[in-house]
């Protein structure tokens, strides 16, 4: 009777319950028998799946839903990147492009017509004309340097923020200017020049120069007239400041203050030529003269011959003889 050995079922039943996993020391497993030979224990019955080897894990990790479609490696995709980013996308490329030329701005249509009396222009037509020599002054004098000794009492710490035509809009509409008041304001701008050499229109005088004008002549011009406070209201100064600056402007020149008729007419005329857009009567005819074709001047050839040849004539054609009449 073979010994009993209490670890060899047990040893013998560990693989089956684990499954393929074999014994770490299979010396131990082999029984003696009588004659002192060692017999080896019966081969284990292991499941079929273990004589296949299991299938190679997915170690690389799940790609996102947006990377699955793209089949380029990840080198690629780097350097597809990058050239993405070196191309410049369509809105860079349509901003980069030179734009188109501009349109040729329309031909502008015929000048308009002016009297050629300043009473019966309009009071809309005369502020465009005295705004449009105002801007070409100042663009004059504001270049030229201005020492610190030449400051008046017109001059402003800063430019107003209404411009001058807007300004002049505001004037006339308000204070009732006329045709021939805004004529007289543009005569005191020579004349205040030419008295006072420190004062020059520019972007720090043209506006208390243009209220005090507008209520000197309103004042010394016109039968109707407001007073000094509504002047200040229209114009955005001081009761006071107005006085001061009615005061300066009447010392400066010297209480002169009404204009020549002719001297009206020829700044009139004036302001017209210089400002596009606007022409007197009788002077649109001589821009639309043409040329007369080659056959009137035949013609009036012709004529001169046929007269010519009639006063040869010594005989009237009523027959009587200058001597006889």
């Known amino acids: ?38 017999v080896a224990p019966p081969a284990l019955s292991c499941p079929d799946t273990t004589t296949e080897p299991p ?18 490696s990840p080198g690629k995709r780097r350097k597809s990147h990058d050239l993405a ?10 901003a980069s ?31 465009i004309l005295i705004a449009n020599m105002l801007s070409e002054l100042i663009e004059t004098n504001d270049s030229i340097a201005m020492k610190s000794g030449q400051l008046t ?26 045709p021939p008041l805004l004529l007289s304001m543009v005569y ?13 229109i520019n972007t720090l005088t043209v506006h208390r120069f243009l209220i005090t004008a507008a209520t000197v002549a309103g004042k010394g ?12 209201r229209v114009g955005g100064v001081k009761v006071a400041e107005l006085k001061l600056l009615e005061l300066e402007f009447l ?25 596009d857009g606007y022409v007197l009567e009788g002077d649109e005819d001589e821009d639309g003269l043409v040329a007369a074709p080659a056959g009137d001047e035949n013609d009036s050839d012709e004529m001169c011959d046929d007269e010519e040849e009639g006063n040869d004539d010594s005989s009237p054609k009523d027959g009587t003889s200058v001597e006889e009449a």
């Open 97 to 127: 492009q030179p734009s188109s030329p501009k349109r040729a701005k329309p031909n502008q249509g015929p000048p308009k017509v002016l009297p050629l009396r300043y009473e019966l222009c309009d009071v809309e037509d005369m502020v």
């Open 153 to 178: 009492r017109f001059h402003s710490r800063t430019a107003p923020g209404i411009s001058v035509i807007d300004y002049l809009h505001r004037l006339a509409k308000h204070a009732t200017l006329t």
């Open 55 to 72: 299938p190679e894990p997915n170690i690389s990790p799940e790609k996102p839903d947006g990377l699955r479609t793209n089949p380029l």
């Open 251 to 275: 010392y400066r020149v010297d209480w002169r203050i009404v204009p020549n008729p002719e001297v009206l007419v020829a700044y009139f005329k004036g302001l017209v030529e210089r400002c």
């Open 85 to 94: 980013a070196t191309q410049p996308s369509d809105s860079v490329v349509a």
């Open 188 to 200: 005191y701008i020579d004349r205040l020049c030419a008295l006072y050499p420190d004062f020059t």
């Open 1 to 38: 009777m073979e010994p009993f050995d209490p670890t060899v079922p047990l040893r013998a039943a560990s693989p089956s319950q684990a499954g393929p996993r074999r014994s770490q020391h299979p010396a131990n497993t082999i029984t003696t028998t009588e004659a002192g030979a060692a």
């Open 221 to 232: 011009l016109s039968d109707s007239f407001w007073n000094n406070s509504f002047y200040a």
